[in-house]
Nanobody
Framework: EVQLVESGGGLVQAGGSLRLSCAAS????????IGWFRQAPGKEREGVSC????????LYADSVKGRFTISSDNAKNTVYLQMNSLKPEDTAVYYC?????????????????????WGQGTQVTVSS
């Protein structure tokens, strides 16, 4: 059974930090890119970041570049999203998702339809 399980969300003040985790199982982790998306109430799902391989550089939305860092630990089948300097506009449900690595690149990583598997989401709330 394929599973993506997010954790690490919570309530934080503006300027604070959180680290989200995405634990994957049930598929060949090395064959997939892992992306992070977020969705705020009344808004479309937004691609935040993606990593195609352990040790590889991440892809980032302009809105989070310089503040968020994605990393992967293939030994644990887990991807992390370190979020620093959080802003109230970062408030959303954050989802991780898996897509075949060959589909994902600079221009495509933020497209939800390319992703095969999704986690249940974790709430991040940033207070002002």
């Amino acid at each position: 059974e394929v599973q993506l399980v997010e954790s690490g969300g919570g309530l934080v003040q503006a300027g604070g930090s959180l680290r989200l985790s995405c634990a994957a199982s049930g598929f060949t982790f090395d064959d997939y890119a892992i992306g992070w998306f977020r969705q705020a109430p009344g808004k479309e799902r937004e691609g935040v970041s993606c990593i195609r391989s352990s040790g590889g550089s991440g892809l980032y939305a302009d809105s989070v570049k310089g503040r968020f860092t994605i990393s992967s630990d293939n030994a644990k089948n887990t991807v992390y999203l370190q979020m620093n300097s959080l802003k109230p506009e970062d408030t959303a449900v954050y989802y991780c998702a898996a897509a075949r690595r060959s589909r994902v690149g600079f221009y495509t990583y933020s497209k939800p339809l390319l992703y095969d598997y999704w986690g249940q989401g974790t709430q991040v709330t940033v207070s002002s």
